[in-house]
């Protein structure tokens, strides 16, 4: 049974930075990729960035690059979103889903298992 749980989401004010945790459990963790997307109120959930199985990122959004950053050790089974410099348009829940295969796409069909989300408010 494979379970992803997210930590380190709070509020923050405009500016700053937090680090979001994926701690996955009960399966391949380090053949598979790992993804992050959040979904804003009354939005579509959007893919946000990912890392490789080898450590290659993809990006989603343009809006967070150069500001996110998805990381991941495979010998904790964890994988990380480092936001910084984040903005009010950041606020959303923050999910982390793990893909079905070795790539991290950006499309949501592709990942067999998700999180239960943490929740991350940036205030102006």
């Known amino acids: 049974q494979v379970q992803l749980v997210e930590s380190g989401g709070g509020l923050v004010q405009a500016g700053g930075s937090l680090r979001l945790s994926c701690a996955a459990s009960g399966g391949d963790f380090d053949i598979r990729g790992m993804g992050w997307f959040r979904q804003a109120p009354g939005k579509e959930r959007e893919f946000v960035g990912g890392i490789r199985w080898n450590g290659v990122n993809t990006y989603g959004a343009d809006s967070v690059k150069g500001r996110f950053t998805v990381t991941r050790d495979n010998t904790k089974n964890t994988v990380y979103l480092q936001m910084n410099n984040l903005k009010p348009e950041d606020t959303a829940v923050y999910f982390c889903?793990?893909?079905?295969?070795?790539?991290?796409?950006?499309?949501?069909?592709?990942?067999?298992?998700w999180g239960q989300g943490t929740q991350v408010t940036v205030s102006s």
């Open positions: 889903a793990r893909s079905t295969t070795s790539r991290a796409s950006d499309q949501r069909g592709t990942y067999g298992y």
